[in-house]
DNA sequence: GTTCATGGTTTGTCCTGGACAAAATGTTGA
DNA sequence: TCAACATTTTGTCCAGGACAAACCATGAAC
């Protein structure tokens, strides 16, 4: 039982699984194809991954999510691999020199494990901006700087952690300020599928809605599509939105809003966004796909008006 | 792809796993062992689950989770499976009438999903009671009902979520507007070890500890055991908090903190508490074992006049 | 020049049935 | 009552085959 601790930093494959977000079957299948990762054998013959086999298929998965293709990347060695993602990572010339040194500085606590820096920053930040310029312009962004250096492994686990906690923290605070006693349509339900361990994108998304006065109920990460179907039409909510991280298979995700939409009243919108569903749009006909968070507050004053419409023909 | 729609109702064995927790190599083995779940297949011979298999799969592995075993439990009928899962929940005869009727009142809330007055009952208790009582008096013994409830069937996935996520809406803004500056010792680094899912007894602990002054950092759930020790070393930490919910196996919870104590500092002290760690006090020395987050209080008290008697002998 | 159908290729997931170690349970002796 | 040992139960792993959906490139039609 301690043999992930007497075998240095070797991982069994469901560890990697874990770790990677890819399947079992899936890492067996590219090492009968493609030959990597070749894993080591322990005394059982099971398949024992080094940290480095790790890391590899950590850019790889991010790589193939951005839409490239198996074949053409597992060839690669680690540093042309990192080398793309920078490459993809959205041209990150970030022409707001005053937003940059903000990331500096975040980013900088986060590394020092300064926690309490770390939150008077974000706090800071959130009362100059308001909470929606603040979910754009800096903790959305921030998600993908840190989730990048996490993944490149150039931050710990524990700093990754320290960061989501205290953004948490503040959110949550500043969201239950202001649904103070809204009860104005529409009424939004906020979720995600089961499997997905993410609750950072479901908060940005509560906090882009609270401000706009709408009945924002999250229930937070993990809830089965047959529950949601149950609850949203027995609540009566007008929107049912469910997020995706980036860690979270598109399939799944298609399989699941699909059904969602085929069992759900043609009266309640269904709406999904994330990374995970990057380039799903045409297979989901009846759901509404965001691409970006900035598109909430347009979104939700479309409804509105084709609300209003709908009831004064 | 579309299997899932065009059989009304039937799930392939990915979507099962999703819904279940059970692993699909899990799946096919019980078919194998028991005949049970013996699912049809569509024309590809790929397995399609029916509703009412993945419904009794669901008691069956809220069963397991409670310690029981497969085997005893396939055999049985739903009706049956439900009742025992009633028996399992512990009668809880309380005393104290006005608490009571809180309780209820706050059942009735959650099964209504009436979120906004559950907010707000919650936040009145808490500002009657302050924050320590509130948990203790309130939101632990709360936490044991719904949890039964759940259990037992007795109350919905969504409806366990909406309490969950709400009580920790209020937790998390009542710890942050405790927390404004101290820099108090002891530092306590609070989180749990991987697999460990429930965040909310993490939020209970550090409600506790925040009214005392005392600087507490909490990293969220899911960190690797070598993460704390190196994290915990680095950041001067005095006390590192685990926290197990009665869903973590107890076996898992004693390794991890046997193997955490052998590599911690001997001036950084070891807490952990939480359900799953029922009778293992005497096989973990070194390690501060909690029966109740009461005895949070007096430990810190405890803590700091030690560390006073070692500082002027 | 853009859209749509076509056919070939890539890729993830599912299958069977065997194996084994960790966990749980039962048994024995101090 | 507890510790050590034997046995059964149980989850996860393995190999290697199969197949359909997703992707890509090519060419035809608007």
Redesign the interface.
Known sequence: ??TP?LAPGGLPIAAVERDTGLAKDTLRVWERRYGFPLPVRDSNGERVYSPEQVDKLRLIRRLIDQGMRPAKLIGLDPQALGQLLEELGSPRADDDPERTAHFQAILKFVRL?L??ELRRALQQLLMKMGLQQFITGIVAPLNHIVGDAWLRGDL???EE??Y??QV???L??A??TQ?S?T?ERPMVML?T???EQHALGLLMVEAMIAPEGA?C????I???????R??AT??RFDIVAVSFSSAYPAR?AV??L??LR?TLPAGIALWAGGAGLRGTERKLPGVKIFQSLEEIPHALAEWRHSAKAALQP
Chains 1, 2 share one sequence.
């Not at 109920?217 to 937070?220: A, D, E, F, K, P």
């Not at 993990?222 to 949601?228: A, G, L, N, R």
Request: net charge negative; charged share 20%; glycine share 6%.
């Open positions: 039982m301690n601790i494990h926690h309490e710990e686990v524990v952690h320290l989501t906690e948490q923290n503040i949550r605070t969201i239950s649904t006693t009860r979720t599928f089961p499997d009945c109920v999250s229930l937070g993990q809830t089965p599509v047959e529950d949601i149950a609850a027995a609540g799944l399989d699941g699909r059904s085929a």
